[in-house]
């Protein structure tokens, strides 16, 4: 009798790399000239949001563009940023909130669960909290879900990683 192979689908980020992403962002805020002296500050909240304020919305595109190149660095995906809108901040400044995605909601799941049962391959795929466990009897079958996915991120619009592979 043939084992059931498995794995789990979720969307995570280490929280280690993007600690480290916004301290390198700090230290360019204080090194860089035409961000020098313009009071500009990023703080990371408890792993839930990244507030960016800054005096002007030129120098909020070049912030944000420093951090998104800095996340891609250390294999972050930037598709965790969730923008919020730009508002106005004490002492004529902006503010920008970047919302951090993590784990599936349930939307997300049963869009995960739709594009895995449209492949008519011989998997199941459950929602447990927020990630997709799938099981098989048949490790290449797992792999051609994996493959699937894969292709499809743009279409979820979240990082996807696989673990517990067994």
Not at 87 to 95: D, P, Q, V, Y
Not at 98 to 112: C, M, V
Not at 138 to 147: F, G, N
């Amino acid at each position: 009798m043939a084992k059931d192979c498995s794995f789990d689908i979720v969307s995570e980020f280490d929280k280690q790399e993007l600690v480290n992403a916004v301290d390198q962002v700090k230290r360019e805020l204080i090194s860089r000239f035409d961000l020098k002296d313009s009071n500009s500050e990023i703080n990371l909240d408890a792993d839930k949001t990244i507030t960016i304020t800054t005096s002007d919305d030129m120098k909020l595109r070049n912030i944000v563009d420093i951090l998104q190149s800095k996340m891609v660095k250390r294999n972050l995906s930037i598709k965790i940023l969730d923008p919020q809108s730009v508002e106005n901040a004490l002492g004529g400044k902006i503010r920008q909130i970047f919302n951090l995605k993590k784990g599936l909601s349930q939307e997300n799941a049963k869009k995960i669960t739709g594009i895995i049962k449209d492949t008519k391959l011989k998997v199941q795929a459950s929602i447990q909290g927020e990630q997709v466990r799938v099981s098989g009897k048949s490790r290449d079958d797992l792999q051609e879900v994996i493959k699937v996915l894969r292709g499809k991120e743009d279409e979820i619009n979240l990082p996807l990683q696989f673990t517990n592979y067994r």
